[in-house]
């Protein structure tokens, strides 16, 4: 899966497996997904992801105005959210 996925009745997005600098950019080209009102991101997929990913949970966030739901958060995403105080943003850190 190289695309980010967005089912619109569950508001759940479902994300490829490298999201970080190099491919958002791309990412972004090809899809317009951030005026979204996510609930819920699926980090299932993923195997690698950086700060950038950040930048789109916040940006997420601001759109649905409540915290979002993540599944699968990678540890060193947990490890940045941790060291920028962004818990607040995060609903629930769920396992599938």
């Keep these: 899966m190289n695309e ?3 089912d619109k009745d ?9 999201v970080n ?4 950019p791309l990412l972004l080209k090809k899809q317009d997904w951030l005026s979204y ?16 990913m950040l930048s ?3 940006t997420w966030y601001g759109v649905a105005q ?4 993540v599944i699968n958060l990678p540890q060193t995403l947990k490890t940045l959210v ?9 609903a629930a850190v769920k396992k599938s």
Excluded at 21 to 24: A, F, I, Q, S, Y
Excluded at 82 to 90: A, K, N, S, V, W
């Design 37 to 52: 009102c996510v609930g819920t991101v699926d980090f299932t997929q993923v195997t690698h992801a950086d700060s950038a």
């Design 4 to 6: 980010i996925h967005f």
């Design 10 to 18: 569950s508001q759940c997005v479902t994300l490829p497996a490298v």
């Design 56 to 58: 789109l949970l916040l």
């Design 21 to 24: 600098v190099h491919t958002l």
């Design 66 to 69: 409540r915290p979002i739901t």
């Design 82 to 90: 941790g060291l920028y105080q962004l818990e607040p943003i995060l």
